[in-house]
């Protein structure tokens, strides 16, 4: 933990033993405000170590639904919050909860838990790595860099050697990797092919990992069945990326409406930006494309004049602490934060 971040969870920890932030909570200052919380994955097995930025563990996040549910916090629709916001109708303590991507933990550990506290949710679901038995590439490459730090990695093609002890390391040979299988335009069977060599060449067992579906997204058929027990549904892009190209953006969004819909979505009309990636044209192109909203991963609370298309979130994973969540429901720990997204090594 850096310096900074020491001095800013003990101010809040202060904050709350005082009683400040119940005040700010239950204050008519937060109930003209919306809270969206923004999660990614919980931990099938070891993902929350590997990347606490993406993931956390699953007795983490029923201790936040705990919280959510002791600060009396009135969780609403993705949808339902929006409309109330705008029309100055927000119950007192209002959130929303988001997640994105579809990691299969989702169906496996968050849903489960969702459904039994009875919180309204809504998956922004990116649907390209779903209709195909593959790993996430970019995600899985970094994962098994890590699980293989006790080695050293040594490629014949391409040529390189590196200390996977090291974090610098790590950086580099997935980078070389990555910008490999960009420029060679892999598809997606060479991907796979690929991480099994990967894992073999550092002693990793890839079958096990793929037996408990580590950083793989969910199926179209467990969409559906979420879907059918209430899950909403939205819009994330088919392979998630953010098209600098507005016929390309347009497309990306058409096929991915076209997997949720498959799945029993309604007409998708909320989306969120993949990795946090937007640019102020991409207003325009998610109006012409009849979307209503756009989430982003900045921090903030949400206004009534905030901008429809780049709403902030409160971003949410397994190196957060119970009092920054509680500090974000509140609002303090948003306001005292400098802007910042998830952009590490996700699901690209």
């Known amino acids: 933990m850096s310096f900074l971040r020491f001095v800013k969870s003990n101010f809040l920890r202060t904050l709350d033993s005082a009683g400040v932030n119940t005040r700010i909570l239950n204050s008519s200052w937060r109930d003209r405000r919306l ?22 563990p699953a007795q983490t996040f029923r201790a ?10 009135n969780v609403l629709p993705l949808s339902e919050g929006l409309a109330r916001l705008r029309s100055g109708s927000l119950p007192p303590r209002a959130v929303c909860l988001t997640v994105d991507d579809g990691d299969s933990s989702f169906y ?9 506290f009875a919180f309204p949710t809504t998956l922004y679901w990116t649907t390209y790595y779903s209709t195909r038995p593959y790993a996430v590439f970019d995600p899985m490459l970094s994962y098994l860099l890590w699980k293989g730090r006790a080695s050293t990695l040594t490629l014949c093609n391409p040529a390189l050697r590196c200390d996977l002890h090291s974090p610098q390391e790590r950086r580099r040979a997935f980078a070389t990797l990555y910008e490999l299988a960009k420029a060679d335009r892999w598809s997606g069977e060479q991907k796979e092919a690929f991480l099994v060599e990967l894992a073999g060449s550092l002693g990793i067992d890839y079958a096990e990992i ?22 909403d549904l939205q819009l994330h ?8 190209s507005p016929d390309v953006f347009a497309a990306e969004l058409s096929e991915n409406a076209r997997h949720l819909c498959a ?8 989306f969120c930006y993949p ?6 044209e991409f207003a325009g192109w998610l109006r012409e494309s009849r979307v209503e909203s756009a989430t982003t991963c900045q921090y903030g609370l949400i206004e009534r004049r905030s901008d429809s298309y780049f709403l902030p979130r409160l971003m949410d994973h397994g190196a957060t602490s119970a009092v920054e969540f509680r500090s974000g429901l509140s609002g303090i720990a948003m306001l005292l934060s400098r802007k910042r997204r998830i952009s590490e090594h996700g699901f690209a």
């Open 108 to 116: 496996l550990r968050a849903w489960p838990m969702l459904r039994e």
């Open 263 to 270: 799945a029993g979505a309604k007409r998708p009309a909320h």
């Open 64 to 73: 936040r639904l705990a919280l959510l549910r002791e600060m009396r916090c």
């Open 210 to 231: 793929k037996s408990r579906r580590v950083l793989r997204l969910i199926t179209p058929a467990e969409a559906s069945s979420m879907r059918a027990e209430g899950l």
């Open 35 to 56: 809270v969206i919380v923004c999660w990614h994955g919980v931990s099938n097995d070891d993902e929350h170590r590997w990347n606490p930025g993406l993931f956390m």
């Open 237 to 244: 892009t088919h392979r998630h990326r953010v098209p600098t």
């Open 275 to 280: 990795s946090g990636s937007f640019r102020p």
